[in-house]
């Protein structure tokens, strides 16, 4: 699509959301349940276009990507009628017989930029909460996984063409986009890029969530299961060629366990990818040759211990673990993003701590321990987007858990009703009735001290109303008149 027109497709997006016909729940649910025909429909062009992308298997791509994707589908199907409904919030004595509540509504138009690395589910995850928002949403594929995005053209076949455009395209079509005015920016990306996808939001004041990297530290503890521990370690790590946002990006633990964690990890990446994972179906690719280079200059001035083998002409690179690296090697000034696993000798909990909070907050942060006061520990002196105790990854399998960065790692979050939560305006609404003036008496001038205590009391007061709402607040209201009255009775 030629740039100029770009324009014109954010501006068609907002006429179709400005004809309201995106916020009656059956609409919404009827785009959520085209998306899934989408997905069911052109199963096959995705897993083939994955395969071509990153070299995903076909059960790798139903596991790792549309799985969960439909999961989140047939959530905001059930619930919708939950997360759109008024949500009622606790009232003081002043406002007790108002209607106090909460009132989610579509922001509008919103931008969704996805990232190449699992480029269904990032694009599509955020596009279920903004549909099930109402709203209107332009959804830009990475370019970089280019035979996703040509698949993810074919969207607005099955979704309502006018109010969920899909743009296709690379960096120049990104910034052209980003001129534009949205309600909501959906960035899912590397930091550096975030910065600038904020600056162009700023300019209209748009809203955004950063969905982004970084490098995710895994401390093993002298004292746990290295066997189990490495196994889990092995599999968050070189799931997708390691380039997954939550992947443990490297090891910290004491040199006395250094060489045990070693041939812990051999053993497992022989179980889960062979003798030769180079010819094997489930071990992926990196991206592209830009990539692959980036990767392999990591090695440099650190020991190999395991792997090191790769081959530019098919962008592989064997499971590689770097041992008794430094700190101020070159693998570990940013995030790897490739199946390179270093590991940093420090000499306790306490050093990992200090380690950890030295740098950027992390997206996710991995401890292996069987001591629960470690793990306790690591959650009270650390900050992360998540934190998980004896295991890699599988928060991200839980709906309920807001999935999010901290600082350097992100901002805002998404997954399940999270999505919805941060795609929607949440408009605080207040229906007060004409009548009772008395009530309100004494909040207008003159101020006197008489008024101001009962200020206090009226307002300092939460009141929470359950089965016996009408009850309660009747007999308050009459009593709280006639004490008003009392107090200020009606001049004649
Ligand atoms: P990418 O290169 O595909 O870029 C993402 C999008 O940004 C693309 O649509 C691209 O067009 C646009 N873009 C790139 N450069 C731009 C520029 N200069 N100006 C405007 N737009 C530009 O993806 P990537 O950044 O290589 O993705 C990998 C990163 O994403 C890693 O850091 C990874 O940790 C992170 N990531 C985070 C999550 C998460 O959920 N937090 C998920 C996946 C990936």
């Known amino acids: 699509m030629p740039l100029e027109q770009l324009p014109l497709v954010a501006l068609q997006a907002r006429k179709a959301f400005q004809t309201g016909r995106s916020k009656p729940i059956d609409f919404r649910v009827q785009q959520l349940k085209n998306l899934q025909r989408f997905i069911t429909e052109k199963q096959k062009d995705i897993t083939d276009a994955l395969k071509k992308d990153l070299h995903k298997s076909e059960n790798g791509t139903l596991l790792y990507e549309l799985l969960g994707l439909e999961g989140e589908i047939n959530m905001a199907i059930a619930n919708l009628s939950v997360w759109m409904a008024p949500r009622p919030v ?10 106090v509540y909460i009132q989610p509504e579509p922001l509008g138009v919103v931008l969704i930029i996805g990232a190449w690395n699992y480029p269904i589910t990032v694009t599509l995850q955020p596009l279920v909460g903004a549909i099930a928002a109402g ?21 607005p076949l099955y979704l309502d063409p006018e109010m969920y455009p899909v743009v296709t395209g690379g960096v120049p079509e990104t910034q052209e986009l980003l001129k534009q005015r949205f309600d909501h920016i959906f960035y899912t ?18 809203p955004v969530t950063l969905e982004l990297g970084g490098k995710n530290p895994c401390y093993i503890d002298k004292d746990c299961d290295l066997e189990i521990a490495c196994r889990r370690i092995t599999w968050g790590k070189y799931i997708n060629c390691g380039q997954t946002c939550i992947s443990p990006d490297y090891i910290l633990c004491e040199p006395s366990i250094q060489d045990k964690v070693v041939e812990e990890i051999r053993k497992s990446i022989k179980e889960f990818y062979t003798d030769d994972p180079k010819t094997f179906i489930d071990y992926g690719r990196i991206i592209n040759q830009r990539h692959f280079k980036r990767i392999i200059a990591l090695f440099e001035g650190s020991t190999v211990a395991i792997g090191g083998e790769n081959d530019e002409s098919q962008c592989y690179i064997a499971p590689t673990v770097l041992r008794d690296v430094t700190p ?15 590991i940093v000798p420090i000499k306790g909990v306490n050093e990992a701590i200090q380690f950890i909070n030295e740098r950027e907050k992390p997206l996710a942060l991995y401890v292996f321990s069987s001591s629960n006061k470690v793990i306790k520990q690591m959650i009270s002196e650390t900050s992360s987007g998540a934190l998980l105790a004896n295991d890699c990854l599988i928060h991200y399998t839980i709906s309920d858990l807001p999935f999010g960065g901290v600082g350097n790692s992100g901002m805002g979050c998404y ?9 929607s305006h949440l408009r605080s609404c207040l229906i007060k009735r004409l009548g009772m003036e008395q009530l309100n008496g004494m909040r207008y001038p ?3 001290a008489e008024k101001l205590r ?3 009391l009226l307002l300092l007061k939460q009141v929470s109303l359950g089965r016996v709402r009408h009850l309660v607040q009747a007999t308050t209201l009459i009593m709280l008149a006639a004490f008003v009255v009392l107090l200020f009775p009606p001049a004649n």
């Open 90 to 99: 606790a009232k003081n004595l002043l406002t007790i017989s108002d209607e």
């Open 135 to 155: 709203n209107a949403v332009v959804v830009k594929p990475s370019e970089v996984s280019c035979h996703t995005a040509k698949v993810l053209e074919l969207l």
């Open 189 to 206: 990306g590397n930091s550096m890029v975030g910065k600038l996808v904020m600056e162009a939001a700023a300019r209209h004041l748009t």
């Open 328 to 342: 101020e090697s070159k693998v570990m000034q940013e995030e790897i993003f490739g199946p390179v696993l270093p």
């Open 415 to 423: 997954h399940g009703k999270s999505t919805f939560d941060q795609l």
């Open 446 to 448: 003159p101020h006197t």
């Open 454 to 456: 009962l200020a206090r």
